[in-house]
């Protein structure tokens, strides 16, 4: 009987210390979930925070781009039809449709009479800028061509031949309003923000039937480029 029962009681304590490792073991098992579930709590809240500066970036996007928009279309709606231009919401952008009343063919002196246009229009459109300034990334000056010149056919010596002329026309733009009197205290911004570009004529203009508008597609145009992307990257940097 005492055998038998020192046999029960040994068994028993092997039993008991089985059970004791396997709590062990499950004690250990929970610590761990609980740890991956405090990292992945974690990571979901960054990214939360994350997506909430985005979110708030393309917010004042929206809400600035809107602002510079409306203040652009106060100022110049009354003369954009005696200029011949227009003003597009999405890339607050002003173009000046038809380069043919601004240059000669194939020229990239500004005329006479678009020298007069752009001493009324440049320093009202600075005016109308500086108050967003610190949200601005870039001004560009952009010159447009149609695709054709002259009687060539080849496609390459077209497209550089039109690139040429329409690096030439922006520049020429830029060189003439940065010597107006009127924007002289502008001078140091527009170094660093201003800029002329040529595209050639790889951004065209279309009619509804699909065609290119020639006139339209020949073009000078002034768009501001807003620092939400190079805000945005920073913070995507950031959160590497």
Not at 162 to 186: G, I, K
Not at 196 to 214: C, F, H, K, L
Request: aromatic share 10%.
């Amino acid at each position: 009987m005492v055998q038998r029962s020192g046999y029960h009681g040994g068994r028993v304590s092997q039993e008991r210390g089985d059970d004791a490792s396997w709590i062990s073991v499950s004690d250990l098992m929970a610590g761990l979930m609980m740890v991956f579930l405090c990292i992945a709590v974690a990571m979901m809240r960054s990214v939360m925070i994350e997506r909430e500066k985005i979110r708030t970036i393309a917010m004042s996007y929206k809400e600035n781009q809107l602002a510079i928009y409306e203040t652009l279309q106060r100022e110049f709606a009354p003369d954009l039809g005696r200029w011949g231009a227009t003003i597009d919401r999405e890339t607050l952008t002003i173009a000046f449709n038809n380069s043919d009343a601004m240059f000669e063919t194939g020229e990239a002196e500004l005329n006479a009479s678009y020298q007069v246009v752009f001493e009324e229009f440049f320093p009202r459109y600075m005016n109308v800028l500086a108050p967003f300034r610190t949200s601005i990334e870039a001004v560009r000056i952009e010159g447009h061509t149609s695709s054709g010149w002259g009687q060539s056919s080849d496609p390459n010596a077209m497209y550089f031949n039109n690139l040429r002329l329409s690096q030439d026309r922006a520049r020429s733009v830029l060189r003439f309003v940065y010597t107006l009197d009127a924007v002289t205290s502008y001078n140091p911004w527009m170094m660093k923000n201003v800029a002329a570009v040529g595209y050639s004529s790889s951004r065209p203009i279309y009619n509804a039937d699909g065609s290119e508008n020639i006139d339209q597609s020949k073009r000078v145009a002034f768009r501001v480029i807003t620092n939400s992307e190079t805000k945005i990257h920073s913070i995507l940097e950031e959160s590497l």
